[in-house]
Structure formats: structure tokens, C-alpha cells
């Protein structure tokens, strides 16, 4: 499967952004997706999960109460909605799939990744 990230850019913080996540190859429902992060000079860590179905969503601390993930398998495609943004969370944002059934906070746990979308938070 093929993911293709967008939606990041440069916002003040309290603003908001929504990145996308368009997947291609396969069928898009029968795998779990989920959002990553990566900072200049730290790894890469989770942010948010979504089951297939979308009936189980699972978020980092860091980002409860402010991001929400959601998916739309009619459009193979993947959300995150993120407001009162901080600048700690400026980062490249990785979208990622697996076909396991259980959504994983590891990078190991998804087989494909998108390209990353920048997200610049400034204070």
C-alpha cells in the first residue's frame, strides 16, 4: 500500500491543522492505521492510532484532549485533526498502515509509511 501524507505547514500556537493520509494498493479497510512524529534530533514516536473499523482510536499523553484521529474507508483516507497546538509539537508527521488487527504504538508495528508532512508551530 501506498500512503501519501498532507495538510502540514506553519500555524501559530493555540491554531489548528488537519493532515491527511490518502492510501492506495489495497484495500484500505483491512488495515489499521496510525500517526507518527518525529522532531528534529529525537526518534520518531506515536501519536495516534485507528482500528479498521474505526471503532478504537488510542493517542499519545502528549497530544489527549487536543488531537483526534479519524478515518473515512470510502476515501481511503486517514485524519488528524489537531488543535491548541504547542511548539514542542512541531515535527515531520508520518502517517503508517499495518494489516494487524491491533493498533500498535511502535514503530515496528506498521509495515508501510508515508513520506511525512512538516508541522512548524511557532510561538
Known amino acids: 500500500v501506498q500512503l ?6 506553519l500555524v501559530q500556537a493555540g491554531g489548528s491543522l488537519r493532515l491527511s493520509c490518502v ?3 489495497r484495500t484500505f479497510s ?3 492505521m496510525g500517526w507518527f512524529r518525529q522532531a528534529p534530533g529525537k526518534e520518531r514516536e506515536f501519536v495516534a492510532g485507528i482500528s479498521w473499523s474505526a ?3 488510542y ?13 473515512d474507508n470510502a476515501k481511503n483516507t486517514v ?3 489537531m488543535n491548541s497546538l504547542l511548539p514542542e509539537d512541531t515535527a515531520v508527521y508520518y502517517c ?13 508495528g506498521y509495515d508501510y509509511w508515508g513520506r511525512g508532512t512538516l ?3 511557532s510561538s
Request: net charge positive.
Open 79 to 81: 485524519y488528524l485533526q
Open 4 to 9: 501519501q501524507a498532507s495538510g502540514g505547514g
Open 96 to 108: 503508517a498502515s499495518d494489516t494487524s488487527p491491533l493498533v500498535s504504538a511502535r514503530v515496528v
Open 30 to 32: 483491512m488495515y489499521i
Open 23 to 25: 492510501a492506495s494498493g
Open 55 to 57: 471503532g478504537k482510536t
Open 119 to 121: 508541522v512548524t508551530v
Open 59 to 71: 493517542y499519545a499523553d502528549s497530544v489527549k484532549g487536543r488531537f483526534s484521529i479519524s478515518r
